[in-house]
């Protein structure tokens, strides 16, 4: 087979978090789960309507531009992009054509063509037998479009880039993002070719997942090399991903621009960004740190490693949790130490609760990492206290003394315990004694028992030493 160049160039949807839906009052809740509950004569198509801009749909947009380093409009003007389907009910939605408000700019090395706003459209169900249902809750609600240049050529990278625009648009608070629930939709456009010339490219919708945008970019990728290898033509197309059979489905001939009509929005005025975000835009809220930041920033500050440092980018209450507490503790040793157990025992509790942080503050947190570092309790007790503090809540060194965590260093109580486990494992005692070292940490492991867990095992270890030796 021939050595074919695959390109791929993306067009993803993004579901704005707004009070209101784009151009009407209702709310816009994705969580509504009645149909036709938010909806109003506006978003519903009634003669006599008229659609007012939702000024802070703008802003989110114009924010995802100013952290890729795009140009950001000073103007911006919307357009109707006509088609039939009945979950559209003005029979075309409101976009931008000409003046998006975002141009070029890059997210992961991937450049960026434009971001433009529009609307959504209503859902559609289809399982009815002879009829269909339609739910106007999602139509008008603001939805950013995002479109990357053709200059991606593998899956991998593809699937990159969707997931870092997912981490920004979370931490702009421009929208959740969430793939399952349709927050987020990735439109993939593929084509292969033997020389520098692009092939036809197909377009691959309904990809609700990563996995899927990942599957499907590499299964037309080698779908186009057997079609081409059997002497045919790629055939531009747009074809649906099917999740089950793993394969994509012929949906439509790919229509163009111009079978959409577009033409501007006599109902709209032509917005000036800039009279209202100012001449440089810098009424634009200022940006939170980003998770290319975020990632520099905690290698560089606390060395960690990739997989930590993904962690905190990643999943936001567990990176904002860190963030307290790194404020708030000024010893490094300490806030590493913290770190550790919020990595693993504390994100293990989350995944029990919803993800949420229990009850467990940054407070009461440190208040327990503290008692440990001082070795006032031992990793062991320190896990068990933090069990009981994620469920329970309280004053760390209360729970630390209930639960009778507090590592003893007592010698006259750790030496009642050395003697008894040395009473009761004479085989063990006499392995050690004919020098195997490893038998200490059995004895060591069993005074740990018997303490439940509140010795301290290095005085422990000093007192076999001391009473056997
Ligand atoms: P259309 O007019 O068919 O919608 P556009 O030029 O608007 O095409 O591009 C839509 C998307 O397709 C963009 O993400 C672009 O990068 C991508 N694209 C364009 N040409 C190709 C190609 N030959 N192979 C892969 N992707 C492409
Ligand atoms: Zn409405
Ligand atoms: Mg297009």
């Not at 069993?446 to 000093?462: R, T, V, Y």
Request: hydrophobic share 35%; net charge negative; aromatic share 8%.
């Amino acid at each position: 087979m021939p050595q074919y160049k695959a390109t791929i160039g993306l067009e993803i949807h993004a579901e704005l978090k707004t009070a209101i839906k784009m151009f009407c009052r209702c709310k816009n809740d994705p969580d509504e789960s009645r149909p036709n509950w938010n909806i109003c004569p506006v978003c519903t198509a009634q003669p006599g309507t008229l659609p007012v801009i939702n000024k802070k749909a703008v802003e989110h947009v114009l924010r995802v531009g100013r952290a890729l380093g795009s140009t950001l409009a000073d103007f911006t003007e919307w357009d109707r992009k006509n088609y039939f389907y009945p979950d559209i009910p003005k029979g075309y939605q409101i976009s931008q054509y000409k003046y998006p408000l975002v141009s070029g700019g890059s997210l992961a090395g991937v450049l960026l063509t434009r971001i433009h706003l529009e609307e959504d459209t209503g859902t559609s169900k289809h399982d009815r037998g002879d009829y269909s249902l339609i739910d106007y809750n999602r139509a008008g609600v603001p939805l950013m479009e995002l479109v990357t240049e053709p200059v991606i050529h593998d899956a991998e990278i593809a699937v990159r880039f969707a997931k870092e625009l997912q981490l920004l648009l979370r931490s702009l608070g421009a929208s959740d993002a969430n793939m399952e629930k349709g927050e987020m939709r990735v439109e993939a456009n593929i084509s292969i070719s033997e020389t520098d010339t692009f092939g036809t490219k197909v377009e691959v919708k309904n990809l609700n997942s990563f996995k899927s945008v990942g599957d499907a970019i590499a299964f037309e990728i080698k779908r186009h090399a057997e079609v081409l290898e059997r002497g045919e033509k790629v055939v531009q197309e747009t074809r649906g991903w099917d999740e089950n059979t793993g394969k994509t489905w012929s949906q439509r001939k790919k229509e163009s621009a111009n079978d959409y009509r577009y033409f501007p929005e006599p109902d709209l005025p032509k917005l000036m960004v800039t009279e209202v975000f100012g001449k440089d835009h810098e009424k634009l809220p200022a940006l939170p740190e980003l998770p290319w930041e975020k990632r520099e920033r905690l290698k560089r500050e606390f060395g960690f490693s990739d997989t930590i440092v993904e962690m905190y980018v990643s999943d936001q209450t567990l990176g904002n949790f860190f963030k307290e507490i790194s404020g708030m503790e000024t010893n490094q040793e300490l806030v590493k130490l913290a770190s550790n157990y919020i990595s693993s025992d504390l994100a293990a509790l989350m995944k029990t609760a919803n993800s949420t942080l229990g009850k467990v503050t940054a407070r009461n947190f440190m208040g327990l990492m503290g008692m440990l570092f001082m070795g006032e309790l031992s990793s062991r007790g320190a896990k068990d206290a933090l069990t009981v503090l994620f469920n329970e809540g309280g004053d760390p060194e209360t729970i630390v003394r209930s639960c009778g965590l507090i590592q003893k260093s007592d010698t006259d109580f750790l030496e009642t315990i050395v003697k008894d486990v040395i009473a009761t494992n004479e085989k063990v005692v006499a392995e050690y004694k004919a020098g195997k070292e490893a038998s200490l940490q059995f004895l060591i492991g069993q005074g740990m028992k018997a303490s439940k867990g509140s010795a301290n095992p290095k005085i422990l270890g000093d007192l076999f030493k001391k009473l056997l030796g």
